[in-house]
């Protein structure tokens, strides 16, 4: 891969950013400093941006099966967060690739390597999360053409993007989204009028919920798995 987009890819930066700091010797590979943006590097590479790895070495990636009851954070005194679930020694210094509500169960991914999880969680990587969901009331019938143009949350500026529903019967669907807003879910069925009862996250991008993990259960992602999300 070109070295600017590895690291736009990588960080918040844009590629006429990356130039800019490859230009004033901010980027080195391997101990070189490279200026040149369309230098080749791979996943093995060592690339520093500004003295910092751009990806640290041995990165843990898991996936977790999310039971109801358990928090996607370390800051809430009510509620025991998913790290609880974690041994002891795997904990440490994990985060939590994206968050799920206390009551939604399903995929959530933790890791060490925060570009990783910035890439999986950052808007403008637009990484697709598939959600089934149960919903209070039978659903509207052109629920699958608003979602698909994009419907005005309550608090928001702009409509969400482009969402695919696939309906399985009256109140269970499969909703596809590409945003991360806060409880989006239920306040994207909120806005056509209905309530989401159950929730359940089956995919990350290309990343799925091994069926074999029963809820409170984990394991290691598989270099292929890691690298689908990239
Ligand atoms: N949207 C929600 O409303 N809740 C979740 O947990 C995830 C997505």
Known sequence: MRLDKFIADNSD???????????????SVNGE???????????????????????SLGSRYLMLHKPKGYVCSTDDPEHASVLLLLDDRER?????????DLDTTGLVLLT???????????PKHQCQKRYRVWLDEP???????????????????????????????DTEVLLTISEGKYHQVK??????DNKVVDLHREAVGALELDPDLAEGEYRPLTPEEVASLV
């Open 13 to 27: 930066y844009s590629r006429a950013q990356v130039k800019r700091l490859m230009h004033k010797e901010l980027v």
């Open 33 to 55: 400093v490279v200026k040149d943006p369309g230098f080749k590097v791979t996943e093995q590479d060592q690339v520093l941006l500004d003295g910092e790895p751009m990806r």
């Open 92 to 100: 440490f210094g994990l985060h939590m690739a994206g968050r799920l």
């Open 112 to 122: 060490d390597d925060g570009q990783w999880s910035h890439r999986v969680t950052s």
């Open 139 to 169: 659903l509207v019938a052109d629920a699958e053409a608003r979602f698909l143009e994009g419907v005005q949350l309550r608090g928001e500026r702009h409509l969400t993007k482009p969402a695919q529903l696939e309906r399985i019967s």
């Open 187 to 192: 306040r994207m069925f909120a806005a056509l």
